[in-house]
């Protein structure tokens, strides 16, 4: 596509629950990276890809975390039995090659009540 | 301590004027440098990669002081459309996870 795709936009959520964030990256790129932004705060690092090698997932904040990209394409960022300290914009971005500048999705605004 | 600060600001500056952000970063095996523009309820846009003999591009203009660890973004001739968030990154050495900073904001007035 021509840009990162994230869904979905909103998610609201009891705790408790499970919710799975979609992220579709620009095609051809071979990196892609999940962030979490608080208000007022920049991206915080979560966890890397490159293809569908989790390279780097020492940003998840807990085991409660999870992600992945079987096909080296679209991938699943995951929060089993959510909690209200869980609430953020999470951020999906990719690039052409690794360390290269990012491209960002628009988000995942989550809201667990 | 953080691993990449910036000044918050706000910066409050005239339409026209010239105006400097800093970052400062404490990973001194970092390797790559970026900033950032996030306009409110948006996602961050790539606005330049930093490279070690400074670069330009139009107004822009970064820098990167490796020995003192900060990098600089210079605007000038400051738009209205200018006023967003800039966010610096750094990518450490050795891997490929990017550490953003806070971001300094910047609101140009008529």
């Known amino acids: 596509g021509a840009g990162v795709s994230q869904s979905p936009r909103y998610k609201v959520t009891k705790r408790g629950q499970d919710v799975a964030l979609r992220c579709d990256p620009i095609s051809g790129h071979v990196s892609l990276y999940w962030y979490r932004q608080a208000l007022g705060q920049g991206p915080e690092f979560l966890t890397y890809?490159?293809?569908?090698?989790?390279?780097?997932k020492s940003g998840l904040p807990n085991d409660r975390f999870s992600a992945e990209r079987p096909e080296g394409s679209i991938s699943t960022l995951t929060i089993q039995r959510t909690e209200q300290r869980d609430s953020a914009m999470y951020r999906c971005?990719?690039?052409?090659?690794?360390?290269?500048?990012?491209?960002f999705g628009s988000g995942t605004r989550l809201t667990v009540v | 301590r953080k691993e990449v600060e910036q000044d918050p600001g706000p910066f409050n500056v005239p339409e026209g004027a010239t105006v400097a952000f800093n970052c400062t970063y404490s990973?001194?095996?970092?390797?790559?440098f970026f900033w950032y523009r996030q306009d409110c309820r948006k996602e961050p846009k790539l606005l330049m990669s930093?490279?070690?003999s400074g670069n330009e591009d139009g107004r822009f203009t970064a820098q990167l002081n490796r020995a003192s660890q900060y990098i600089s973004l210079l605007i000038r001739d400051s738009k209205l459309s200018d006023s967003a968030t800039y966010l610096c990154a750094v990518r450490r050495g050795g891997g490929f996870k990017t550490i953003f900073g806070a971001g300094t904001r910047l609101f140009v007035k008529a």
């Open positions: 930093v490279y070690s």
């Open positions: 990973n001194s095996a970092s390797q790559s």
């Open positions: 890809f490159n293809y569908e090698a989790q390279q780097d």
């Open positions: 971005a990719s690039s052409l090659a690794a360390g290269d500048g990012y491209t």
